[in-house]
């Protein structure tokens, strides 16, 4: 009978030892107290009610917890008040980013470790699958969790395809076909509807026209670049020719994000190079005008390479904000990434779901139902890849986003200058 009792006691003993430490492993990240924590976000108008109702559901079921989202703009003005911040020492407890940023911003330091906090609280970090944890860390930490995730997508004219027999290319030599077929000129030979607009404000949403015809504008050795390779020129002098006949139109400099999507809905271009994420504002702008389709980017000319990269945003902790503010934010990146918040983002927007375990549930189901263009685009979304993960990428893109402006839009020799565009990228990635 006393074995049995101490058998009982041990037991006992035990579960307490084993509630002791997983409560010690979230004690130091709990909140207990009532804190007010500031979200900088990239949120436009028209995501505002949507983001206001998420906010409010955590409210409920985090009282001690209260949110303040604030709209800073684009996501370069996010880095660049972020930045400033770090520097000041005033940071937000957590911060929108593109998903470009990762890389510099887990080479600088900026964001918080988050395996601590994912293994103290059991987050079920491979519900997002390879591609996306990859995405979002560096050097084998997690630095930021997936958010709102998005691919580069062709909107184009559904209604004018179906009625001129137009089809969406689907590799690259399909293009010239394509957008002799797509555009439209007026008496004078100017263009009345370009057959696609290329968005030149973000080198993202052209990137893979090169990537997956094997140009790398950082090489794997992480020194050097194929942006003045052969088939690098080969490409370019194509863009060049279908803008300079009118066929094309490369968006870029103030304002060109909105000016090309209002060329699209007015009628002015039959097809546009954009985000997956914009697909509710494409088919809400439209205002029943004409149906919206979506498809694939055009893919390489071996017909083998469709890749696409991730996009969108990501959320993260800034490294130097205090420890309170760290583990309300966690909170709240909880609740973001979780299944149920994200369906919801993505049934609002065009956004894609991050969580593999949100496929495979009715609603899931119903939400393609509701939005068929996105059936094409998400049963090919095995081909997400990450973006390049090398810490000087984004600085060495930008710099070719202003390179092909200068072929593009003024004339500037296509050979001549992605020569010189070769050296500029190699002595940026000196430094690194």
């Known amino acids: 009978m006393m074995r049995k009792v101490l058998m009982l006691m041990l037991v006992v003993l035990m579960t307490i030892s084993v509630v002791g430490i997983a409560t010690a492993q979230t004690s130091r990240y709990d909140v207990t107290q009532p804190i007010t924590i500031t979200w900088w976000h990239a949120h436009e108008d028209q995501w505002h009610e949507h983001l206001n109702y998420m906010v409010e559901e955590f409210h409920k079921q985090n009282p001690l917890i209260t949110v303040e989202p604030v709209y800073i703009g684009a996501y370069v003005d996010i880095n660049t008040q972020l930045i400033a911040a770090i520097a000041s020492g005033d940071v937000p407890a957590l911060c929108t980013a593109n998903t470009s940023y990762p890389p510099s911003y887990g080479a600088a330091g900026i964001c918080?470790?988050?395996?601590?906090?994912?293994?103290a609280y059991n987050f079920d970090i491979k519900d997002f699958g390879e591609g996306l944890i990859a995405s979002t860390s560096y050097e084998n930490e997690q630095i930021c969790l997936p958010y709102l995730i998005s691919t580069q997508v062709m909107y184009y004219n559904q209604t004018m395809a179906d009625a001129e027999g137009i089809k969406m290319p689907t590799t690259f030599d399909e293009m010239d076909a394509f957008l002799k077929k797509a555009t439209v000129f007026n008496k004078d030979g100017s263009t009345a509807r370009y057959g696609t607009v290329f968005g030149g404000w973000d080198y993202w949403y052209y990137e893979m026209l090169y990537k997956?015809?094997?140009?790398?504008?950082?090489?794997?050795?992480?020194?050097?670049?194929?942006?003045?390779?052969?088939?690098?020129?080969?490409?370019?002098?194509?863009?060049?020719?279908w803008i300079d006949k009118g066929y094309a139109y490369y968006a870029y400099g103030t304002g060109a994000s909105p000016n090309m999507r209002q060329l699209f809905w007015d009628g002015g271009a039959f097809s546009v190079f954009h985000t997956s994420s914009l697909y509710d504002t494409y088919v809400q702008q439209v205002k029943g005008?004409?149906?919206?389709?979506?498809?694939?980017?055009?893919?390489?000319?071996?017909?083998?390479?469709?890749?696409?990269?991730?996009?969108?945003?990501?959320?993260?902790?800034?490294?130097?904000?205090?420890?309170r503010q760290k583990n309300a934010?966690?909170?709240?990146?909880?609740?973001?990434a979780s299944p149920e918040i994200n369906l919801y983002w993505a049934d609002q927007t065009g956004y894609f779901p991050t969580r593999q375990s949100v496929m495979k549930i009715n609603a899931y189901k119903e939400y393609l139902e509701r939005k068929p263009a996105m059936k094409n685009v998400v049963s090919m979304s095995g081909w997400i890849n990450p973006r390049n993960q090398h810490p000087a990428y984004d600085t060495a893109a930008t710099q070719w986003r202003h390179a092909l402006a200068r072929i593009f839009n003024?004339?500037?020799p296509v050979k001549a200058t992605l020569n010189q565009l070769a050296d500029t990228i190699e002595e940026i990635l000196e430094d690194y």
Do not use: H, R
């Open 289 to 323: 005008k004409f149906e919206v389709g979506m498809a694939w980017l055009p893919g390489g000319l071996d017909k083998k390479s469709f890749k696409s990269e991730v996009g969108g945003a990501v959320i993260m902790i800034p490294a130097v904000a205090s420890q």
């Open 410 to 412: 003024e004339g500037a």
């Open 329 to 336: 934010a966690w909170q709240f990146m909880m609740f973001m």
């Open 112 to 119: 918080e470790i988050l395996d601590p906090y994912i293994k």
């Open 212 to 241: 997956n015809n094997g140009v790398e504008l950082v090489c794997a050795d992480g020194e050097s670049t194929d942006v003045d390779s052969e088939m690098s020129v080969y490409i370019t002098t194509k863009i060049k020719e």
